[in-house]
């Protein structure tokens, strides 16, 4: 018939006969695995060891760039004489964001978090959130404007060349989790005395890549607009001549990136005995996003070239090369990638428990 003893018989006592041959309980210690929970925890505690710190971001981080270019330049000429306007412009508009907001730090490396309590963290990456919006709106304005006139028999003649670079493009980047460190060991203290617990039901987590989450809107709005003018006018028995050349570049690529978990580390141990709680040593982070990824690109060239001859002769050329990079990365909800050359065990006191009966 089996025996109902209460398990405080197998506790070591203070004042009490450790001997063996005199305690009957004490017979059966080989039956009472060591992993049962014969204690219970006195309170939630943490250990951590070069873990990265969290990133928390909450509210709306708004960029407004506006730029205005508009040179003008104009030559007129009374009888008899002649109009010449020449222009030259080299225009580079920089307004690229770039908005971080909730990112968690990486975890370190070579890190021991070794103790009791609910969780025990080594190397490992800090979480990143964000709660919010991230708006960027660019507006470039590029308007040159060039006139010769010749009020006579002369000669109006009018040359333009443009340069222009927009660069629009915005880097908005939200919840990003920390990378996790290599090297690391995150373990559960040895028991102080037999008997007692070697179960863990808390968290060990060994170069575990943080998790990134992003609640809100990613907004980036970028309008260009290039109308160069070009115009000769000559009057009667003149000649009009309008030359214009134009290279533009139009590069208001985005990338947007939200709710990304960090990569887990490499040759990272997390062991313990008996334990219920989470046992990872190199995961990837959880990557969530949620909300809207919003890209708005408006590039506009209207180049206006214009000869007017009043009874001479006219003639107008105009030569245009236009490059637009609209392009858009989103990237939104991904998991990090997994360590490599990591260990987790979590059955050793279990298989010593079998063995040690086994041989008895």
């Given at each position: 018939m089996t025996e109902i003893r209460p398990l405080s018989e197998d506790l070591p006592r203070a004042g009490a006969d450790q001997n063996p041959a005199f305690n009957v309980a004490a017979g059966h210690l080989a039956l009472v695995p060591t992993w049962l929970p014969l204690d219970v925890a006195s309170g939630p505690s943490s250990n951590s060891a070069g873990s990265g710190g969290d990133g928390i971001s909450e509210g709306v981080i708004s960029s407004n760039a506006l730029a205005v270019f508009m040179p003008s330049n104009a030559a007129i000429a009374g009888p008899h004489s002649a109009a010449e306007a020449v222009q030259g412009n080299d225009a580079f508009i920089n307004q690229h964001p770039t908005e971080m907001a909730g990112i968690g730090g990486n975890g370190g490396s070579g890190n021991v978090a070794i103790g009791g309590g609910d969780a025990n963290h080594a190397g490992s990456g800090g979480t990143g959130l964000f709660y919010g919006g991230l708006v960027s709106t660019e507006v470039a304005l590029f308007a040159p404007v060039?006139?010769?006139?010749?009020?006579?028999?002369?000669?109006?003649?009018?040359?333009?060349?443009?340069?222009?670079?927009?660069?629009?493009?915005?880097?908005?980047?939200?919840?990003?989790?920390?990378?996790?460190?290599?090297?690391?060991?995150?373990?559960?203290?040895?028991?102080?005395?037999?008997?007692?617990?070697l179960t863990f039901t808390g968290?060990?987590?060994?170069?575990?890549?943080?998790?990134?989450?992003?609640?809100?809107?990613?907004?980036?709005?970028?309008?260009?607009?290039?109308?160069?003018?070009?115009?000769?006018?000559?009057?009667?028995?003149?000649?009009?001549?309008?030359?214009?050349?134009?290279?533009?570049?139009?590069?208001?690529?985005?990338?947007?990136?939200?709710?990304?978990?960090?990569?887990?580390?490499?040759?990272?141990?997390?062991?313990?005995?008996?334990?219920?709680?989470?046992?990872?040593?190199?995961?990837?982070?959880?990557?969530?996003a949620t909300g809207n990824m919003v890209d708005l690109n408006f590039g506009y060239f209207h180049p206006i070239n214009i000869a007017v001859p009043a009874g001479g002769t006219a003639d107008a050329q105009q030569i245009d090369h236009v490059l637009y990079d609209q392009h858009a990365l989103q990237l939104a909800g991904i998991a990090g990638h997994g360590g490599e050359g990591n260990l987790t065990d979590a059955h050793s006191a279990l298989v010593d428990d079998i063995l040690s009966f086994m041989h008895s």
């Amino acid at each position: 018939m089996t025996e109902i003893r209460p398990l405080s018989e197998d506790l070591p006592r203070a004042g009490a006969d450790q001997n063996p041959a005199f305690n009957v309980a004490a017979g059966h210690l080989a039956l009472v695995p060591t992993w049962l929970p014969l204690d219970v925890a006195s309170g939630p505690s943490s250990n951590s060891a070069g873990s990265g710190g969290d990133g928390i971001s909450e509210g709306v981080i708004s960029s407004n760039a506006l730029a205005v270019f508009m040179p003008s330049n104009a030559a007129i000429a009374g009888p008899h004489s002649a109009a010449e306007a020449v222009q030259g412009n080299d225009a580079f508009i920089n307004q690229h964001p770039t908005e971080m907001a909730g990112i968690g730090g990486n975890g370190g490396s070579g890190n021991v978090a070794i103790g009791g309590g609910d969780a025990n963290h080594a190397g490992s990456g800090g979480t990143g959130l964000f709660y919010g919006g991230l708006v960027s709106t660019e507006v470039a304005l590029f308007a040159p404007v060039n006139t010769a006139v010749a009020a006579g028999p002369g000669a109006a003649h009018s040359d333009q060349s443009n340069n222009a670079l927009f660069l629009q493009g915005a880097t908005q980047i939200g919840g990003i989790g920390g990378s996790g460190g290599d090297h690391n060991v995150a373990s559960h203290g040895p028991s102080l005395s037999p008997g007692t617990t070697l179960t863990f039901t808390g968290d060990n987590y060994a170069g575990h890549g943080g998790d990134g989450y992003f609640v809100g809107s990613m907004v980036d709005v970028s309008i260009a607009i290039f109308s160069p003018i070009n115009i000769a006018i000559g009057a009667a028995g003149g000649s009009a001549e309008a030359h214009q050349t134009n290279n533009v570049i139009f590069d208001q690529g985005t990338v947007q990136i939200a709710g990304v978990g960090g990569n887990g580390g490499g040759f990272n141990l997390s062991s313990d005995t008996i334990f219920t709680g989470n046992h990872v040593g190199g995961g990837g982070g959880v990557g969530s996003a949620t909300g809207n990824m919003v890209d708005l690109n408006f590039g506009y060239f209207h180049p206006i070239n214009i000869a007017v001859p009043a009874g001479g002769t006219a003639d107008a050329q105009q030569i245009d090369h236009v490059l637009y990079d609209q392009h858009a990365l989103q990237l939104a909800g991904i998991a990090g990638h997994g360590g490599e050359g990591n260990l987790t065990d979590a059955h050793s006191a279990l298989v010593d428990d079998i063995l040690s009966f086994m041989h008895s």
